[in-house]
């Protein structure tokens, strides 16, 4: 009987307190709060990471995009590119003088005499009005000695654009209207012949 006493009492002597108990608890509550806390601020780390790397990913694309695809991010001032616009012209034809020159459709060929010289067929196809052999090889020389359909027989000059396809078949234009006459502002008395040779590219 004493030695069971005794050993109750040695029971009770290493049982734990009413206070050690909450104190424990209190600590094991502590300790899962700090685990929840912890859990919880990895995975905000986590969720922030991931949404910084997605922000980052969608700054990148907009940025690709937009230097891929945005051409209105540089703005072109029109008067830099295209000089300033013509005056407005007072009167008929701004009471300038002028001469028209009306030639009709003359041939069809793969060349440009000034974009290809001497390069027959290398260039897309062209519709010629006025000199009547203009080709790649067309000089000076060969345009002052041949016939035009030009209205003016003294324009032996030679005009060309590109051909209009239909179907892949030529669709014949009628004929080419060009017009001199001095510029805005210049003074007619002033103006002078062509140089021999001119070559000009307009469009």
């Known amino acids: 009987m004493l030695q069971l006493l005794q050993q109750c009492q040695q029971v009770q002597h290493h049982r734990p307190s009413t206070s050690t108990q909450l104190r424990f608890l209190t600590r094991s509550t502590d300790l899962v709060r700090h685990r929840s806390t912890t859990t919880m601020t990895r995975r905000t780390k986590s969720l922030l990471f991931a949404g910084s790397l997605f922000l980052f990913g969608s700054c990148a694309s907009d940025s690709h995009d937009s230097m891929t695809h945005d051409h209105s991010a540089m703005p072109v001032d029109a008067a830099s590119v295209m ?90 234009p009628v004929k080419s209207v060009a017009y001199y006459r001095a510029g805005v502002g210049v003074d007619p008395t002033t103006v002078v012949a062509f140089p021999p040779g001119l070559m000009m590219i307009a469009g």
């Open 83 to 172: 000089g300033k616009p013509d005056q407005p012209v007072t009167g008929p034809q701004g009471r300038v003088g002028q001469f028209v020159v009306e030639c009709p459709f003359s041939h069809a060929l793969p060349d440009d005499p000034i974009v290809y010289p001497g390069d027959a067929g290398a260039s897309h196809l062209h519709v010629f009005f006025g000199n009547v052999t203009s080709n790649a090889d067309a000089n000076l020389e060969s345009l002052l000695g041949q016939g035009t359909t030009c209205e003016q027989q003294q324009d032996t000059a030679s005009y060309w654009a590109p051909a209009l396809l239909d179907n892949g078949q030529l669709i014949t």
